[in-house]
């Protein structure tokens, strides 16, 4: 070990017994450190004059060294008040990290340095509220081959990544037992087709059951749809079979899952294992054409425009990923953990079919990123009028041809700028 790096360290060990309050007041003596660590009387000099520069300790000519009041550096953090053991993980978290830290939740995400992001947060503007990884952290995380390797592609956006899930879940479809067994004895998920799904929706309703609950995430269930019928490739051809879909599955939807009266449900993981769920059993989203995607709730750790140090609070997002703190946020089944080893641990309820939640994650899709941010934002409104009976079927085709519409205009005006921005290039190269 060098000579600055004893001084750094003897430092960080002083440092820490005076946020401890194992020191305080008047600190030995240069020659009483130098002599309990061994060192030099120089390396010790150099070790209180890191701590002078830092601000926590004071040199006073011939009366010694004294500690200063260390003030906390606050840490501002936006996150949901939901149920899971986040703010309280990542306190922990924190504390470890740097325990110069303290750690404040806010209300407005325009203060924060550090946002959490869940299930739909990926429609936010990430060049305004986030900023991305470097390179070389996104090449080494990718490279941990103990993390689920399509969640990367969660909060990936222009070739940059603004953010790995600490846990997330395929959103899945939820069957009432009881009315199932009165419905169709031999159901069996792993082959539920849309055709034989809507088939079901109408049965229960002519039992005078409510079919399905999707209020939460029709969103996501129409935005899969429309992927699975376009293979990739979004269009109006796409969200108009989409529609139809949701025409049909309207007609038996709404109603009170609450009260047992309903056969499906379209809920995450994290919200299954909650007492009124104890009647349902797990099922995949129903298949296309043999095809099956799914959409994903999550939570990620981002930090935000506003940070001052963004590598160092990205060093934090990465202690996200680490097993420790996957396991106490996970550990009430809010969510499938990012390292596979945690996740298969918090498998534990036998009684019913918890590997759809490892089988579907391959069929996992970001239906989101098929749009631009205008379209998916005019898309999300429809779906949900239509939900809501606040549009009928007419008004619901119209607007989905519109919003293909700014799909497009969206898109020309990005290859436009391309086009622009090439020519640039190709200018300088001349002149250069």
Known sequence: MDLVSKSQFIADSLLEKIRSKQLSGRIPSDKKIAEEYHVALMTAVRALKILERKGCVIRIPRKGTFTAEIQPKILKIFCNNNPTPFFGALQELVHQWDPGYQLVQMRNPQEA???????????????????????????????????????????????QLFGVPYLFSPILLNYNRTMMRELEKDFSPADLTMEHFIELLRKASEHGYCGLDFSSFGVGFFLSAAHTLAMGNPGIESLLGAARYMKEIVKYSGGNFAEGKTLFVLEPRHNFFHDRFSDYDIAPLPSINGIRCTSAASETLAVTARATDPERLHELCELTLSPEFQQKVTQNKFGIAMDRGVAVNSMDTSARRDDFYFSEVKNIRFSHYDYELDTLQEIALLVTDFQKNVIG????????????????????????????NGETDDIRKIVN
């Not at 079927?393 to 622009?420: D, H, T, V, W, Y």
Request: glycine content about 2%; hydrophobic content about 40%; proline content about 1%.
């Open 393 to 420: 079927c007419a008004a619901f085709e119209k607007g989905l041809r519109k919003a293909i519409q700014l799909q497009i205009r969206a898109e020309n005006r990005r290859r436009r700028f391309s086009l622009l």
């Open 113 to 159: 340095d550090l946002i959490q992001w869940t299930t739909f947060s990926s429609l936010l503007n990430w060049h305004v509220n986030a900023l991305p990884f470097s390179k070389e952290r996104e090449n080494r995380l990718r490279r941990q081959k103990h993390l689920w390797e399509i969640m990367f592609d969660l909060h990936f956006r222009n070739g």
